[in-house]
Nanobody
Framework: QVQLVESGGGLVQPGGSLRVSCLFS????????MGWFRQAPGKEQEFVAA????????YYADSVKGRFTISRDNAKNTVYLQMNSLKPEDTAIYYC?????????????????WGQGTQVTVSS
């Protein structure tokens, strides 16, 4: 059974940086495309970033492009989201997700497994 465990969330000031991580277990990590989503209070879950099994292709939501970077380390079964120039509107619970696919996946319904989420709060 695939399990995803996020870590690294916290409180950061506007303009600051934070890196969240997601540890994958229970299957072969390299067979999965990975993604990050977020959900702010009172809002729907939204796509943030996705990466293919090899890390060769990445895709970002317009709202985070140029500020966030998704990466993965297949030897460590871990996917990362480096967040720079954080804004208050980035405040949300961040979820990682895994899809049994070798190509990018960008919507909630395309992912098979989800983590519990980690809270990121951007505030002064």
């Amino acid at each position: 059974q695939v399990q995803l465990v996020e870590s690294g969330g916290g409180l950061v000031q506007p303009g600051g940086s934070l890196r969240v991580s997601c540890l994958f277990s229970g299957s072969t990590f390299g067979n999965y495309a990975m993604g990050w989503f977020r959900q702010a209070p009172g809002k729907e879950q939204e796509f943030v970033a996705a990466i293919t099994w090899s890390g060769g292709s990445k895709y970002y939501a317009d709202s985070v492009k140029g500020r966030f970077t998704i990466s993965r380390d297949n030897a460590k079964n871990t996917v990362y989201l480096q967040m720079n120039s954080l804004k208050p509107e980035d405040t949300a619970i961040y979820y990682c997700a895994a899809a049994r696919s070798f190509s990018l996946r960008r919507t909630v319904s395309e992912y098979d497994y989800w983590g519990q989420g980690t809270q990121v709060t951007v505030s002064s």
